[in-house]
């Protein structure tokens, strides 16, 4: 590949009207576009020396064919000069601020100079000038006279969008054309122009550039009938409104007529520019739709800048729905065969692999790991059919490039939309599968923040080996274990991952060794067994913590407390009664259970202790855990059995009794507290009116009561002390793997107070919720207390309000994600030019924002959870070192 | 060598020389085991340093605007500190970027000096000498349209408890224009000169909004015990009426506006503000984020000495590209201005480089290599 040129820098500036007419290939002065016989009028908007849209001709100015001829500026000469829009703010500016007769800004010269001092000092620093530039302008409309001419001065109105009335006079375009030709040199660069490159009175046109046919290309519709581009329909306005102008001129008509027809030139220009100016009724087609115009092609989300020029379409890309296969590598994704023939990657040919790539190209493009194309040393692509292939195989020269199927192990990016984090974009091996949708080992989800709900991915492939190259090096998975957010794990197990395990390690599990070879058969193991836990009449048996001892990489030490921990007083360490402190010796589980936050995404202790003790080959040895962790978990959990059913949350006819009575009780104290405040013995609180105190205290009171019969619920589920290990909803709530407490009370309890902007809610009728309910009843179930609960099922009345809580719900989603997107927007374009340079300092161009990236020249990503170096972790370890001889 | 002199003299960042220290002091280790100790850290600190070229603001703003979608919309919280209204979660953290000139709920914490600290009658006495206390808190306001009167009935309790003094009122309420005060026992009456309704409504739209005691901004003081002291938290803020009052520990004392701490303390304040701020933001919300990525916003916010917006208001807005700004909001107009003042379009940013389909100048694409062909 040849190293392409580097766009240095780009200026812009203003054409004047001789390089308007310089540039051009063509005057343009019929408004028609083609003949009868279907061509190009010459001179005409459409002549062929604008350029070529139609396939097999050939550009008459370029001669080059369509898709190679850029297309060619013509220009409209205007019977008179009109206003662009664009400059109609500083076409004010520029007047007001110059002398009618003489155009000399209306300053003296001594003043002239200390401005232009004061501008050159700042420019020099690279400082904005706007602030002079203003008070230049305040100051030179200040004087009624000019201190060159003594003309007076008169004062100019500005109406919207390109009127200018001085004296109650109609300012035309020429005669501001006219004034601005005046305005010497000098002056300019005080009026906040560039003084070498712009002169004022080329912000009034007199000449129209049009731009090439390739800017507006015309489509054919089925019925050979042409529809034009909007903006040759607008230039066409142009030209006969300018036809018809010089017309009128010519035959010497009244000066109104005239007029109207300037302002109706002035009209088409403006919206040939611009088609939202305020004030400016938008030009529209025939249909009714406003015509896009040029500002209109460039602005917004799907303009030119934010949609074409930032955002850049790309092939080698593919996208289906995805599902999961714990079968595969964190690594992996599973690519249907369909993809993998469709997609290809470049390999050139060498004496080395040209075996290889004839053995490709002989398998044509139908069986899969074959190739589609060739590409000749002459550039010449050649498709390979399935009759093709043998004899092309045959020709195969070193040079060549063939573009071989995508197979197994080759790398591809993978991702998500949205694409909030650089973890949404990540590197895979392609494992080409059967069947239809991309499958990706569950633990990869969170940072995708993906699930398999009907969501679909994108997935590319690199074309070039620096790309691959990268890819492989920063950009794989196990790469991105740890988030740059907080320096800890993203990546880790998620649901049944977190159950398996955290049956599989319970105390008191044991399995024989064929067992232990049927949980471990898929796991990529190789520590021998170690001695059985337990013998009992003859028979070894293994406990589930050596089962997932197996999979811990040997070097790993780690404590920590499990999830289910209390925190009671002092710590028991390794005697703890609930078996909630986790301790890893040299790779061995000794106690503690596994739950989410040993394995768990966001948190996973393990993996994070995994990659820190190995540290150069932390991130493979934490693949590969996560691997096996994922296959033992999914084997684990079917071997146990996991499933979830409505009777998971009956609760004992004398728990459903205690609900009922505390929630009866909430309901008498809310009673009592009504009428205390309707007999007017409610005391305020301080800072809170009556009303507000009420409402807190009810909510208060209804809360507490709902956390009680959640209370009671979770005792008699088997939530609290002795854990009922056969109660799928208990488990994958004290593991962590999904759902909590306040789901458990909501559906065996009671659902508890729907609330609307943090209260209880008050909307509907004129005083009241629903027609079911008294005039201003103040009662919990009038103002949507839900006191059923899920598994018993909603009164109607309370289904409706629960229907107004979940609303409010989804409007919030809805909202968030809009505000959140634009605040990332904003953050990403603010920050985005920032760069860690050799010497340590955070620079964005040439700016110091930083002299040592976060105070401490650490990257978060290493970090161990923000702090730079885990001090106490050292240390402990050399004492450990000490104590152990 | 002393172990302090020896941490000092490495070459580390000062928050690990503090965490060497105060982990290895109370140790009873060898030398052996320090100088192994601090090999150790200085390889780990090594390990983890930023490499050159990282885009670290694009990791920052990711990592800021990636927690953004999980945080919740609504705006009031009972927020933990006291019962003081706070706008929480995302808005507050848009409001914090934004730098609005007064954020949607002002707030101050007010530290007490080491004498009253510890001292609850003296905070309290503080907390009613800083609450902005209004005629229309300590008394009703009725206005007698037959006589053409106003008459101010005072609630005892409430003046006792505010500590505030009749005669105080009354001056204060001879200050209003066109009116007689007249003072009936407990009861003050307003007799205005022009005997005209809308006159009379005015007067006591002014009387109520009298301010006879405190501080007008601040409309609520909290007094809340925070391990050893006492501390105060104000609904509303006015940082510069509050420094100047005695008993009051300046080094500390704070509000959440960040506009007006700039004001008053100084930017290097700002931008400290900014970072604690946005941290207790997304703490409170139960999100973790690294100090680092929030450091970088907020030195960008306050780079050139004044609380600049993130937008199109501040740095975006600001930016030396002309490329750039029209690829992030308003188009049109950022082509039209660099037109007639003949900018010149660098290309050195990323939004630059990829508009024009070149590499951009970060990370791999910033390391320029040549390969040597053939041997020397």
Redesign the interface.
């Known amino acids: 590949m040849s190293s392409p040129k580097r766009i240095g820098k780009i200026k812009f500036g203003l054409l004047s009207p001789k390089e308007y007419r310089k540039m051009s290939v063509t005057k343009v002065i019929t408004a028609d576009t083609y003949d009868d016989d279907g061509f190009p009028i010459e001179m005409g908007l459409m002549d062929p020396r604008l350029g070529v849209i139609d396939p097999g001709l050939r550009c008459k100015t370029c001669a080059q064919r369509a898709g190679e001829c850029p297309g060619h500026f013509g220009h409209i000469e205007l019977a008179a000069p009109v206003i662009h829009v664009g400059f109609a703010k500083i076409i004010r500016k520029i007047l007001r601020a110059t002398c009618r007769r003489c155009g000399h800004l209306l300053l003296d010269e001594i003043q002239k100079h200390e401005f232009l001092l004061k501008m050159h000092e700042l420019k020099d620093k690279n400082y904005s000038t706007d602030e002079i530039v203003k008070n230049v302008i305040k100051e030179a409309r200040k004087s009624t006279t000019c201190p060159y001419c003594a003309e007076q001065q008169k004062e100019i109105k500005y109406e919207k969008p390109t009127r200018y009335v001085e004296d109650s006079h109609k300012l035309m375009p020429a005669d501001i054309r006219d004034r601005f030709e005046r305005i010497p040199d000098g002056d300019i660069e005080l009026l906040g122009l560039d003084a070498t490159n712009v002169r004022p009175e080329w912000m009034i046109l007199t000449v129209l550039p049009v731009p090439p046919v390739t800017t507006r290309p015309s489509i054919t519709l089925e019925n050979g009938q042409r529809s034009e581009d909007d903006l040759t329909h607008k230039l066409v306005d142009i030209i006969r409104i300018n036809q018809r102008f010089q017309e009128n001129r010519e035959a010497g008509a009244p000066q109104l007529i005239i007029e109207d027809l300037w302002e109706l030139l002035q009209y088409h220009v403006t919206t040939f520019l611009d088609n939202e100016v305020s004030g400016v009724p938008p030009a529209r087609h025939r249909s009714g739709r406003p015509l896009k115009t040029l500002s209109q092609r460039l602005k917004g989300k799907d303009g030119r800048f934010r949609g074409s020029l930032s955002g850049k379409r790309v092939n080698f890309s593919a996208r289906t729905v995805i599902s999961p296969d714990p079968n595969l590598s964190v690594n992996e994704v599973g690519v249907p065969e369909t993809i993998a023939r469709e997609m290809t990657v470049p390999i050139i040919v060498t004496p080395r692999n040209v075996g290889e790539l004839k053995e490709y190209i002989e398998r044509g493009p139908l069986n899969h790991p074959g190739a589609n194309y060739i590409k000749r040393l002459d550039g010449r692509r050649v498709k390979i059919t399935e009759k093709s292939g043998a004899e092309i195989a045959e020709t195969l020269e070193n040079g060549w490039v063939v573009e071989r199927q995508l197979k197994d192990g080759d790398i591809v990016l993978f991702n998500r939309q949205p694409s909030l984090h650089r973890m949404s974009i990540m590197a895979h091996r392609v494992k080409v599968m059967p069947f239809k949708t991309f499958r990706l080992n569950p633990a990869v989800c969170p940072p995708y923040n993906a699930d398999f709900d009907g969501d679909e991915m994108n997935l590319h492939v690199p074309q070039t080996e620096e790309a691959r190259a990268e890819a492989r090096i920063l950009m794989q998975v196990e790469e991105n274990i740890l988030s740059p957010r907080f320096g800890g794990p993203i990546i880790g197990g998620i649901h049944d991952h977190i159950s398996g395990l955290f049956l599989l390690t319970q105390k008191g599990t044991k399995f024989t060794k064929n067992e232990v070879y049927e949980l471990l058969k898929k796991c990529d193991v190789e520590k021998p067994l170690p001695e059985p836990a337990v013998v009992e009449g003859g028979v070894s048996y293994y406990s589930g913590k050596q089962v997932f001892s197996q999979i811990l990489p040997e070097r790993l030490n780690l404590t920590l407390k499990a999830k289910k921990c209390v925190m009671h007083g002092v710590c028991l360490k390794t005697d703890c009664e609930i078996d909630a402190y986790v301790k890893i010796d040299a790779g061995n589980l000794i106690c503690g259970i596994i739950d989410e936050k040993s394995i768990g995404a966001f948190s996973g202790a393990i993996l994070d202790g995994i990659i820190r003790e190995y540290t150069d080959t932390g991130f493979q040895e934490a693949s590969r855990f996560l691997d096996n962790a994922t296959k033992l978990a999914i084997r684990s959990i079917m071997t146990f059995g996991f499933s979830f059913g409505i009777d998971d949350e009956d609760v004992s006819p004398q728990a459903q009794l205690e609900i009922e009575e505390i929630i009866e009780k909430a309901e008498e104290r809310v009673g009592a507290l009504i009428n205390a405040y309707e007999v007017g013995e409610l005391e305020s609180m301080p800072g809170r009116t009556l009303n507000e105190t009420l409402e807190m205290k009810i909510m208060q009171e209804l809360g507490r009561a709902r956390d009680k019969a959640g209370e009671i619920a979770g005792k008699n589920l088997g939530f609290a002390g002795e854990l009922a290990l056969d109660n799928s909803a208990v488990v994958m709530a004290v593991s962590g793997a999904r759902g909590s407490m306040l789901n458990l009370t909501q559906m065996a309890g009671s659902v508890g107070q729907q609330s609307v902007r943090g209260e209880r809610i008050r909307r509907g009728y004129y005083d009241r919720t629903l027609p079911h309910f008294r005039k201003g009843d103040l009662g919990a179930d009038a103002r949507g207390f839900v006191r059923s609960s899920y598994k018993k099922g909603l009164t109607p009345t309370e289904f409706f309000f629960h229907a107004i809580g979940g609303r409010e719900g989804l409007v919030d989603t809805a909202v968030r994600t809009s505000q959140s997107g634009y605040l990332q927007r904003r953050l990403i374009n603010a920050l985005q030019d920032l760069e860690v340079e050799y010497d340590g300092t955070v620079r964005a161009g040439d700016k110091v924002v930083q002299f040592v990236y976060g105070e401490d020249g650490i990257d978060p990503t290493k970090s161990d959870y923000g702090k730079s170096v885990n001090v106490h972790r050292i240390a402990q370890s050399v004492i450990e070192k000490r104590e152990n001889g | 060598m002393d172990l302090q002199e020896t941490i000092k003299a490495l070459k580390?960042?000062?928050?690990?020389k503090n965490?060497?220290f105060a982990?290895?002091s109370p140790?009873q280790?060898s030398d052996d085991?320090i100088d192994?100790?601090l090999e150790?850290?200085k390889k780990?600190?090594e390990?983890?340093?930023?490499?050159?070229?990282?885009?670290?603001?694009?990791?920052?703003?990711?990592?800021?605007?990636?927690?953004?979608?999980q945080?919740?919309?609504?705006t009031?919280?009972y927020a933990g500190v006291a019962?003081i209204n706070v706008t929480l979660g995302?808005p507050r953290?848009?409001e914090i970027?934004d730098a609005r000139k007064v954020p949607d709920t002002p707030m101050m914490t007010i530290y007490l000096d080491v004498e009253s600290a510890t001292d609850r009658d003296k905070a309290l006495q503080l907390a009613w000498e800083i609450e902005g206390t209004h005629v229309s808190d300590i008394a009703d306001i009725l206005a007698d349209t037959d006589e053409m009167q106003i008459y101010l009935e005072f609630d005892d309790r409430a003046l006792q408890q505010r500590k505030v003094d009749l005669d105080a009122v009354v001056t204060k309420l001879e200050t209003l224009q066109d009116v007689d005060v007249r003072v009936d026992g407990s009861n003050i009456v307003l007799i205005p000169s022009v005997k005209r309704y809308r006159a009379l409504l005015q007067i006591v739209e002014k009387a109520k909004a009298m301010v006879v005691k405190g501080i007008d901004d601040i409309k609520?003081v909290?007094v809340r015990k925070e391990r050893e002291e006492y501390v105060l938290y104000t609904e509303g803020s006015s940082l510069k009426k509050v420094m100047v009052l005695e008993h009051i520990d300046a080094t500390r004392t704070k509000t959440n506006n960040i506009n007006e701490m700039a004001e008053v303390f100084g930017i290097e304040a700002a931008r400290n503000s900014i970072i604690e701020e946005a941290m207790d933001t997304l703490r409170e919300q139960g999100l973790?984020?690294?100090?680092?990525?929030i450091?970088?916003?907020a030195?960008?916010m306050t780079?050139d000495g004044e609380v600049k917006q993130?937008?199109r208001h501040?740095?975006?807005g600001?930016k030396?590209s002309?490329?750039?700004r029209?690829?992030?909001e308003v188009?049109?107009?950022h082509?039209?201005d660099?037109?007639?003042?003949?900018?010149?379009?660098?290309?050195?940013?990323?939004?630059e480089n990829?508009?024009?389909?070149?590499p951009i100048?970060?990370?791999?694409g910033?390391v320029r290599l040549i390969a040597r062909t053939g041997r020397e």
């Open positions: 580390l960042p000062l928050n690990v965490d060497l982990e290895l140790l280790l085991e192994e100790i150790t850290t780990v600190y390990r983890s340093r930023v490499e050159p070229c990282e885009a670290v603001g694009t990791i920052a703003a990711q990592s800021i605007g990636e927690p953004g979608t945080m919740t919309m609504r009031f919280h019962d995302l953290l848009i970027v609520r909290v973790t984020v690294d100090v680092r990525h450091m970088l916003v030195d960008m780079l993130i937008g501040g740095i975006a600001e030396t002309v490329l750039s029209a690829a992030f188009t049109v107009n082509l039209l660099a037109a007639i003042r003949g900018e010149t379009d660098e290309l050195v940013g990323v939004t990829v508009i024009v389909g070149q100048l970060l990370g791999t910033d």
